[in-house]
């Protein structure tokens, strides 16, 4: 190896730092950017590496390319620390190179690049350097095969675990050791969508039928690391939600529970009750999985009551998804201000009076937890004075007391589903009003009109505008039944409140990691790696447009540009699906991360400030800005790293929860919608298509469905699916991503306890495939073991 000198990368090092320590591995040089990135990622792997770096015998060098002229690179605009990063990591790699052999023009010392990153190693070999991933330079050592055993696995996708036996008896959640199986036995992900039927009493004869459909015949590429559970280190088993399937055996006190969580497998249980609990929506907990059982053990917990009751089924949405929902204890609520509250003499030396100022809120009606209000004045000098004036929350909320350890563990507020309201509809028609010119509207204005500008700066750094159809309902007043369900309107005023809030939540942003560089809780939204991107690639390709994915700033100009004259609603379909491609923004600690980018809002650096009533980060934000200012005192928690990253853990969890509950709400309300509704026709547009499905959007009610082509007990069309444009051909007729077609949407009520919202192509016609516009050959009713079972 003398002849080859390897600049690494950061994920090289801590995938095979196995394969580094050897004494094979010699004349490796670790940038200054790695190391950083090594360090923040994983302490001990940093230890070993820099006990590498300080053996003269292995002869590792590190190079300082940060402070180095010719190898230091500026951050570009739209361009995230990652891809910074990896840029440097290629200046200093392809400086290397050229110095070296200016050096040794005789020896014609040769640097090549290791990385994993595909991305990255493409870039580098566009740019003349020679690029190779840790596997393609460690098999080419052919004088030591023995460290290809030594490789990491590596796969970000994790590993396939199909069927219940390779399961083994684990349960979704649990934490398990798995056994890689060999290469022969891998599997590929399938593009089959399995009928949601909820699971029948032949779940074990039906077990191989299912594995079977979603196998399929796929090149090598697309084969993924697949295993089996072979131990289980920690069981996290919870009480489930669910109904009990009643034993057909008279008198038989043993019968099974079918939990809500399909992930979660049927219970065997015994009961009195199951005349009494059959029909109802029970809890369950487990008590044991025996080796010789295809089912656990379990005993009957509570009875929530009748199934598909509104109170029933919010209070299993809210068990299932893990959202404290219980009445706040005295101790929490002894620490409430005395009603009636007015500000005293002793709060007003920290603060500026304001309310000589023409202040206000911009909130839906009835809207209890206002939080924010704003103002704007033109100033003597010409200048306009904004005021973001948000509540100030931690005043009342004092660290370490039951109320706060309360708020930090419930964490964020969770609202079910949304009722309709004339939202931002009072200031949008003073705005447009010619008539009033009263204090407020021309503040309103004022503040309209820079909002505007704002967001126009926003947009032009690469900020992106996405999409995602909300739904609202209009509710009945006496019964509280959805009457009406319609997407959600987006005025002007909408964006002009969130501009503010922005600017709100990126200024204190940088003010708090300003004092608190290493203690600060910042957000951040991750940018997705370019897999993600392959089918918003492909989708608009097929309408001949072209999608740039390489920054955020390209993928906003690239979106803007994606507009057909003839399909005007086709960009919205497009910023839906860029929606599907993102990652999760997380909140984090400064101190524990090196990566502060916000690809969406293409900020630097980004934090939630302006919603302390509803999220407990806000409050935490909220104190370190106090401190900062001087209005307040810290505390020893507020300046630890650790217990703030497990404060920030617990956050992305309930935030994770609450939107994960706000769509299961959302679903159940859009069910009572069409039970009352019947069944009725829309036009929808097709957002994926599968191996045996199409996945559609319908505007009107901004719902999404799968209409399939397979039928149970019917002929089976003739299907041809392409991947590569991605289109699905049935019969005759193709479909395509983004497609016009009509729909007939349904509510199916044949398994009670997962019903769901069934759709059926009506056009285009496709005999033996497409259904009559009058619907008569749907088949809705209840099997008749299902009624058997579940029927009350």
């Given at each position: 190896?003398?002849?080859?000198?390897?600049?690494?990368?950061?994920?090289?090092?801590?995938?095979?730092?196995d394969v580094l320590?050897?004494?094979?591995?010699?004349?490796?040089?670790?940038?200054?950017?790695?190391?950083?990135?090594?360090?923040?990622?994983?302490?001990?792997?940093?230890?070993?590496?820099?006990?590498?770096?300080?053996?003269?015998?292995?002869?590792?060098?590190?190079?300082?390319?940060?402070?180095?002229?010719?190898?230091?690179?500026?951050?570009?605009?739209?361009?995230?620390?990652?891809?910074?990063?990896?840029?440097a990591i290629r200046v200093a790699a392809k400086w290397y190179n050229e110095h070296l052999k200016k050096l040794s023009a005789e020896n014609q010392l040769q640097v090549i690049f290791i990385t994993n990153d595909r991305k990255n190693k493409e870039k580098a070999i566009e740019e003349g350097i020679p690029a190779f991933t840790c596997e393609e330079y460690i098999k080419s050592l052919t004088a030591n095969p023995e460290l290809i055993d030594r490789l990491a696995c590596l796969s970000e996708e994790g590993i396939i675990l199909q069927g219940l036996k390779h399961l083994n008896r684990a349960i979704h959640e649990d934490i398990v050791a798995v056994e890689l199986l060999p290469k022969s036995q891998w599997v590929a992900p399938s593009s089959v969508v399995l009928h949601d039927e909820g699971q029948n009493e032949d779940d074990a004869e039906k077990e191989e039928e299912r594995e079977q459909m979603l196998k399929t015949v796929v090149?090598?590429?697309?084969?993924?690391?697949?295993?089996?559970?072979?131990?289980?280190?920690?069981?996290?088993?919870?009480?489930?939600?669910?109904?009990?399937?009643?034993?057909?055996?008279?008198?038989?006190?043993r019968h099974l529970f079918t939990p809500a969580d399909k992930r979660i497998p049927r219970i065997r249980i015994e009961t009195r009750q199951a005349s009494t609990l059959e029909g109802r929506r029970i809890i369950v907990a487990i008590d044991g999985w025996p080796r010789n059982s295809r089912y656990p053990n379990g005993h009957f917990v509570k009875n929530l009551g009748d199934v598909g009751e509104k109170e029933t089924e919010t209070e299993v949405l809210l068990l299932e998804h893990d959202v404290p929902h219980q009445p706040f204890s005295q101790a929490v609520l002894s620490f409430l201000p005395k009603m009636p509250w007015?500000?005293?003499?002793?709060?007003?030396?920290?603060?500026?009076?304001?309310?000589?100022?023409?202040?206000?809120?911009?909130?839906?009606?009835?809207?209890?937890?206002?939080?924010d209000a704003l103002h704007c004045r033109e100033l003597e000098n010409g200048n306009v004075e904004?005021?973001?004036?948000?509540?100030?929350?931690?005043?009342?909320?004092?660290?370490?007391?039951?109320?706060?350890?309360?708020?930090?563990?419930?964490?964020?507020?969770?609202?079910?589903?949304?009722?309709?309201?004339?939202?931002?509809?009072?200031?949008?028609?003073?705005?447009?009003?010619?008539?009033?010119?009263?204090?407020?509207?021309?503040?309103l204005r004022g503040l309209n009109k820079l909002a505007k500008i704002l967001k126009k700066r926003r947009i032009e750094k690469g900020a992106l505008t996405l999409s995602s159809p909300e739904v609202r309902f209009h509710m009945d007043s006496e019964t509280h039944d959805p009457i009406d369900l319609q997407t959600k309107e987006l005025r002007e005023t909408n964006s002009m409140v969130e501009e503010f809030m922005l600017l709100a939540n990126i200024s204190v942003a940088k003010k708090i990691h300003e004092e608190f560089s290493e203690h600060a809780l910042l957000r951040k939204h991750p940018a997705p790696p370019p897999s993600n991107y392959e089918i918003l690639v492909k989708a608009a390709k097929s309408k001949n447009l072209e999608i740039k994915t390489d920054t955020a700033k390209s993928l906003a100009d690239s979106l803007d540009r994606a507009e057909s004259p003839a399909f005007p609603y086709l960009n919205t379909l497009l910023r839906i699906l860029a929606t599907r491609c993102m990652m999760q923004a997380v909140y984090f600690c400064s101190g524990m991360d090196n990566d502060f980018h916000h690809y969406g809002l293409a900020s630097p650096i980004y934090t939630h400030f302006t919603s302390p009533i509803r999220r407990y980060a806000d409050i935490i934000v909220h104190r370190l800005l106090a401190v900062a200012v001087g209005a307040d005192c810290?505390?020893?928690?507020?300046?630890?790293?650790?217990?703030?990253?497990?404060?920030?853990?617990?956050?992305?969890?309930?935030?994770?929860?609450?939107?994960?509950?706000?769509?299961?709400?959302?679903?159940?309300?859009?069910?009572?919608?069409?039970?009352?509704?019947?069944?009725?026709?829309?036009?929808?547009?097709?957002?994926?298509v599968r191996k045996n499905a199409i996945v559609v959007l319908i505007p009107k009610y901004g719902l999404e469905g799968t209409v399939f082509f397979e039928e149970k007990d019917k002929p089976q069309p003739r299907l041809i699916y392409d991947d590569e444009i991605p289109s699905l051909k049935v019969e005759d007729t193709v479909f395509h991503v983004f497609d016009k077609v009509k729909v007939k949407i349904m509510l199916d009520s044949s398994n009670l306890q997962h019903q769901k919202i069934r759709m059926s192509l009506v056009e285009p016609q496709i005999p033996g495939v497409s259904i009559p516009t009058d619907g008569s050959n749907l088949d809705l009713n209840e099997p008749e073991t299902k009624k058997k079972k579940l029927g009350k």
């Open positions: 190896m003398a002849s080859r000198s390897s600049p690494l990368g950061s994920r090289p090092i801590l995938a095979t730092i320590e050897d004494p094979a591995i010699r004349n490796v040089i670790v940038l200054q950017t790695v190391l950083q990135e090594v360090r923040n990622r994983s302490a001990p792997v940093y230890k070993r590496i820099r006990d590498v770096t300080n053996n003269q015998e292995k002869h590792f060098y590190t190079f300082t390319n940060e402070h180095h002229r010719e190898t230091y690179v500026e951050q570009e605009q739209g361009e995230n620390a990652n891809d910074r990063n990896d840029r090149n090598e590429k697309m084969l993924k690391p697949t295993g089996r559970v072979v131990g289980i280190i920690k069981r996290n088993w919870r009480p489930y939600c669910g109904m009990l399937s009643k034993s057909d055996i008279k008198e038989s006190r007015s500000i005293t003499e002793k709060d007003m030396k920290n603060r500026e009076d304001l309310r000589h100022l023409c202040i206000c809120s911009v909130d839906p009606p009835g809207c209890t937890d206002i939080d904004v005021g973001v004036h948000i509540a100030d929350v931690s005043h009342f909320i004092r660290p370490g007391n039951a109320l706060d350890q309360e708020s930090a563990r419930r964490g964020t507020t969770v609202y079910l589903c949304e009722k309709a309201s004339l939202t931002y509809a009072e200031a949008q028609m003073r705005i447009d009003s010619a008539t009033m010119n009263d204090d407020i509207t021309i503040s810290t505390y020893p928690e507020l300046t630890d790293k650790h217990k703030l990253a497990d404060i920030c853990k617990n956050l992305n969890f309930r935030h994770k929860m609450a939107q994960y509950a706000q769509r299961a709400s959302v679903a159940f309300h859009t069910q009572l919608f069409f039970k009352s509704k019947g069944i009725v026709s829309e036009e929808a547009y097709i957002l994926f």
